[in-house]
Every structure is written in structure tokens, then in C-alpha cells.
């Protein structure tokens, strides 16, 4: 089991940033691959962002790409979501996803394909 807890979140202008945190614990983080997904109301949920358990490997829905930065700190059991030039079409409630895997550069971009969420953290960007 692994328990996955975001922070971050909060309201910013247009043009602002954000930095969002997913600490986990539980089983070994560095073989969990992480994901990065957000769910505006009445929409479903869509991925964001995803990177393999080595960090070696990253991958951005195309509407943050350039924008948005996925990266991790195995030591300390966190991944991250660097925002910057948020968009009032970026406000949702943003979460965190693993999924367990033997292949250090495999990331995943399928909400189905993972195992774990948190609870979510709401990011709102006003225009």
C-alpha cells in the first residue's frame, strides 16, 4: 500500500505559478512510477503529467507542455508539479497517482493504469 498526500495548491492570478507536492509513504517509493492528473467540475478526469520511477523519464499532456514540470526526490518520498503561466483553464483539483513497476523509465499516462490516489489538492487561477 502506499498513501499519497498533495499540497500546494491555492489561487493565483493568470500568469502565476504554482509548485504542488505529493509525499508518499508506505512501500518503497522508487519503484512506484508517478502521475500527475486534474479533474475540473463537471469534466473527467485528464492527465497532466507522468514520470518513470528513475525520473529519468517524463511526459506532459499536450495543453501544459512547456508550462508544467513533473519531477522527483526518492530520498524524500515526494514528486512534484512545478506550474508556471497558469491559465484560468488550468483550475481543477489536481492529483497524484502511482503505480508499481520493475521498468525504471516507464511512465504512464492512463488514469486506469494506476494504483493509488490521493485526495487531491484545488487549484484555482483567476483571469
Known amino acids: 500500500q502506499v498513501q499519497l498526500v498533495e499540497s500546494g495548491g491555492g489561487l493565483v492570478q493568470a500568469g502565476g505559478s504554482l509548485r504542488l507536492s505529493c509525499a508518499a509513504s508506505?512501500?518503497?517509493?522508487?519503484?512506484?512510477?508517478m502521475g500527475w492528473f486534474r479533474q475540473a467540475p463537471g469534466k473527467e478526469r485528464e492527465f497532466v503529467a507522468a514520470i518513470s520511477w528513475s525520473g529519468g523519464s517524463t511526459y506532459y499532456a499536450d495543453s501544459v507542455k512547456g508550462r508544467f514540470t513533473i519531477s522527483r526526490d526518492n530520498a524524500k518520498n515526494t514528486v512534484y508539479l512545478q506550474m508556471n503561466s497558469l491559465k484560468p483553464e488550468d483550475t481543477a483539483v489536481y492529483y497524484c497517482a502511482a503505480r508499481e513497476t520493475y521498468y525504471s523509465g516507464a511512465y504512464y499516462d492512463g488514469k486506469s493504469t494506476y494504483d493509488y490516489w490521493g485526495q487531491g489538492t484545488q487549484v484555482t487561477v483567476s483571469s
Open positions: 508506505g512501500r518503497t517509493f522508487s519503484s512506484y512510477a
